[in-house]
């Protein structure tokens, strides 16, 4: 059975999306990271670099809050969990916002991301709707 759950999540457009964005969202991560994890001349980290963790925690939170809205059984319980889903994307907006800003070669990949997060909002709609 579990098989059969987890076949049918990985089917899932939505379900699919949130996981390209989970790998794109670590390889940009570890890109920036790569740039930002020197100490500036003053001995301080730059503040930019926890913006690329959440990210990637962001990211990781979308798939476990989309089984649990599939799961739920009743719609209050649903609507929470497609709640947690709309926070979730608004934050990785904002961060994706927030590295632009930053001084490495990274962040030229921030649109690609962005653009997947625009697909998935697409998705997300129509997904709200079989609910």
Do not use: M, W
């Given at each position: 059975m579990s098989q059969h759950i987890h076949s049918y999540f990985s089917e899932m457009p939505l379900y699919q999306k949130a996981m390209d964005i989970i790998v794109l969202s670590r390889s940009i991560s570890t890109?920036?990271?790569?740039?930002?994890?020197?100490?500036?001349?003053?001995?301080?980290?730059?503040?930019?670099?926890?913006?690329?963790?959440?990210?990637?925690?962001?990211?990781?939170?979308?798939?476990?809050?989309?089984?649990?809205?599939?799961?739920?059984?009743?719609?209050?319980?649903?609507?929470?969990?497609?709640?947690?889903?709309?926070?979730?994307?608004?934050?990785?907006?904002n961060n994706c916002k927030r590295l632009e800003r930053i001084n490495s070669n990274g962040k030229d990949y921030l649109p690609i991301l962005k653009k997947e997060l625009k697909k998935f909002r697409k998705l997300q709609r129509t997904w709200m709707l079989t609910l």
């Open positions: 890109y920036i990271n790569h740039d930002l994890c020197t100490l500036s001349e003053n001995g301080e980290e730059d503040e930019h670099i926890y913006f690329s963790g959440d990210i990637v925690q962001q990211s990781a939170c979308l798939t476990p809050e989309i089984v649990n809205a599939e799961r739920a059984r009743f719609s209050d319980k649903k609507h929470e969990h497609v709640e947690a889903v709309n926070r979730l994307v608004s934050k990785l907006y």
